[in-house]
């Protein structure tokens, strides 16, 4: 079969939708499934991302980075880097071997800008998140 040349875009777009996650009336047959306890859990391990969420956004905030679009569901974050700072594959490089902090480059994301950005896992525990900070500000000054 082949698609008309200015359905493609939209074509893949949809796709994308439709195999990225769950449809919405998947996800309300799996939660109408699920046990009081179930729940339970799933509301105590959102208020845990949340927690962790927060904790990130405000370190990376006080060492220098910025962060114009604050998650909502996520488990990471996606920070600008201070304008001291070198490129995102640089400056993750150099995370990595200097401080033993992996974080992603935003350019594995996406093209506009990307090169200013990093992405950052909020899925580890709050200590080693907050030593990861800690870390990053000694890279930072």
Same mark, same amino acid.
Not at 89 to 109: H, I, K, M, N, Y
């Given at each position: 079969?082949?698609?008309?040349?200015?359905?493609?875009?939209?074509?893949?777009? @949809?796709?994308?939708?439709? %195999?990225?996650? #769950?449809?919405?009336?998947?996800?309300?047959?799996? $939660?109408? +499934?699920?046990? !009081? *306890?179930?729940?339970?859990?799933?509301?105590?391990?959102?208020?845990?991302?949340?927690?962790?969420?927060?904790?990130?956004?405000?370190? @990376?905030?006080?060492?220098? %980075?910025?962060? #114009?679009?604050?998650?909502?569901?996520?488990?990471? $974050?996606? +920070?600008?880097? !201070? *304008?001291?700072?070198?490129?995102?594959?640089?400056?993750?490089?150099?995370?990595?071997?200097?401080?033993?902090?992996?974080?992603?480059?935003?350019?594995?994301?996406?093209?506009?800008?990307?090169?200013?950005?990093?992405?950052?896992?909020?899925?580890?525990?709050?200590?080693?998140?907050?030593?990861?900070?800690?870390?990053?500000?000694?890279?930072?000054?």
């Amino acid at each position: 079969m082949v698609v008309p040349e200015p359905a493609v875009d939209p074509l893949i777009r @949809l796709a994308q939708n439709l %195999f990225i996650c #769950p449809s919405v009336v998947a996800q309300t047959a799996a $939660v109408a +499934a699920f046990s !009081p *306890e179930a729940i339970a859990e799933a509301d105590a391990r959102s208020t845990e991302l949340n927690r962790k969420r927060a904790l990130m956004i405000n370190g @990376l905030l006080d060492i220098g %980075f910025d962060v #114009p679009a604050r998650p909502e569901g996520a488990f990471y $974050v996606f +920070a600008r880097l !201070p *304008e001291s700072m070198p490129d995102a594959e640089v400056f993750c490089q150099r995370s990595l071997e200097e401080v033993g902090v992996a974080v992603t480059p935003g350019t594995d994301f996406g093209e506009y800008r990307t090169e200013r950005y990093v992405r950052l896992s909020c899925a580890q525990p709050e200590t080693l998140l907050l030593e990861a900070i800690e870390r990053l500000r000694g890279l930072v000054e």
